[in-house]
């Protein structure tokens, strides 16, 4: 089991900036990967950003060079830097943790944060 506890949401005006954190507990050892998701009103959840066991990381088109994925593995954090903010951006973003037991894959999710842009 993986448990993940999301802070740093908040209002900001456009072009702003946020950091997202997510500190994981529990089974750290079995997760792959870390990402951040978000979902917007009466739109469907999308991936933000994910970083992998070995540091890779991938992003959407839409936010590739605004926001920035990293990881504290020493406080088994990872960390969504948000600049540029858009109105668009305004979502519920939720961490996300893809772990493996065995041959078995598993999602965790946190409680979710608001980000709100304001124009």
């Known amino acids: 089991q993986v448990q993940l506890v999301e802070s740093g949401g908040g209002l900001v005006q456009a072009g702003g900036s946020l950091r997202l954190s997510c500190a994981a507990s529990?089974?750290?050892?079995?997760?792959?990967?870390m990402g951040w998701y978000r979902k917007a009103p009466g739109k469907q959840r999308e991936l933000v950003a994910v970083?992998?066991?070995?540091?890779?990381?991938n992003y959407a088109d839409s936010v590739k060079g605004r926001f920035t994925i990293s990881r504290d593995n020493a406080k088994n954090t990872v960390y969504l830097e948000m600049n540029s903010l858009k109105p668009e951006d305004t979502a519920v973003y939720y961490c996300?943790?893809?772990?493996?037991?065995?041959?078995?894959?598993?999602?965790?999710w946190g409680q979710g944060t608001q980000v709100t842009v304001s124009s």
């Open positions: 529990g089974s750290i050892s079995s997760i792959n990967a």
């Open positions: 970083i992998t066991k070995d540091g890779s990381t």
């Open positions: 996300n943790a893809n772990s493996r037991v065995l041959l078995t894959y598993y999602n965790y």
